[in-house]
C-alpha cells in the first residue's frame, strides 16, 4: 500500500461540474467512480486523503459559497477525520492551509484527482512539484469541457484533458489510469 507518507489528493468534485450543474464537465461520472476507487482504498488503509473545495464570489459563474452547487459531491463526501481545505483559486497550495497541513501530518507523495484536468489540477500539480512534493497523477479521475480559442475554434473536452495530462506526465507527474495505480499499492 501506499506510505503513510502519502496523501490522496481530491480536487473540486463539486456539484456544479455535474448535470444539471452550472459547469458541466464531460465524462465526470467516469472521473467521479475512479476517484471513488481511491478514495475507499486510502480509506480503508488510514492513508490521508484531503479534500480541496472551490469556493466563489457571487459574480463568479459556479461554486458560488453557500450554493448546492460548491457541494462536495457526495459520494466522496468527506470523513469527519478528512481535511477540507477551503480555496479561491486554480492552485490549491495559493492563500490556503494546503502545504501547512501537508507538513504536519508529514506528506511527501501526493496521488492527484479531481477537476478540472486544464485548471486546478494542472495549478496544482505544477505547484506541488515546485514545492517539492513527488506527484502521482490518476489521469482517468480527472476531467475537463471544452475549450474555445481566440479564433471562435473549439478544442473538445477529451483534446484538453489529453494535451494537459500529456504536459503533465512529461515533466511533473507519473501519470497512470487508477486501475493500474491501486494493483501497483
Not at 25 to 31: I, P, R, S, Y
Not at 117 to 146: E, I, K, P, W
Amino acid at each position: 500500500m501506499a506510505n503513510k507518507d502519502t496523501a490522496l489528493i481530491i480536487i473540486d468534485v463539486q456539484m456544479d461540474y455535474f448535470p444539471g450543474g452550472k459547469w458541466q464537465l464531460k465524462d465526470t461520472d467516469k472521473a467521479l467512480a475512479n476517484v471513488k476507487k481511491v478514495l475507499q482504498k486510502f480509506r480503508d488503509a488510514s492513508i490521508p486523503v484531503i479534500h480541496i473545495q472551490h469556493l466563489a464570489p457571487e459574480s463568479f459563474p459556479f461554486f458560488n459559497r453557500g450554493t448546492k452547487g460548491a457541494d462536495i459531491h457526495p459520494e466522496v463526501k468527506p470523513l469527519a477525520t478528512e481535511p477540507v481545505i477551503e480555496k479561491e483559486h486554480a492552485n490549491s497550495f495559493k492563500d490556503t492551509t494546503l502545504l501547512e497541513t501537508l507538513k504536519a501530518k508529514g506528506i511527501k507523495n501526493l496521488v492527484i484527482t479531481g477537476m478540472m484536468t486544464h485548471n486546478c489540477v494542472d495549478s496544482t500539480t505544477r505547484a506541488a512539484v515546485d514545492l517539492g512534493y513527488q506527484c502521482t497523477l490518476l489521469g482517468d479521475a480527472t476531467s475537463s469541457r471544452d475549450l474555445q480559442l481566440q479564433d471562435g475554434t473549439v478544442v473538445p473536452a477529451d483534446q484538453v484533458k489529453s494535451s494537459f495530462l500529456a504536459a503533465l506526465g512529461w515533466a511533473f507527474a507519473k501519470l497512470v489510469n487508477t486501475d493500474d495505480y491501486l494493483a501497483s499499492i
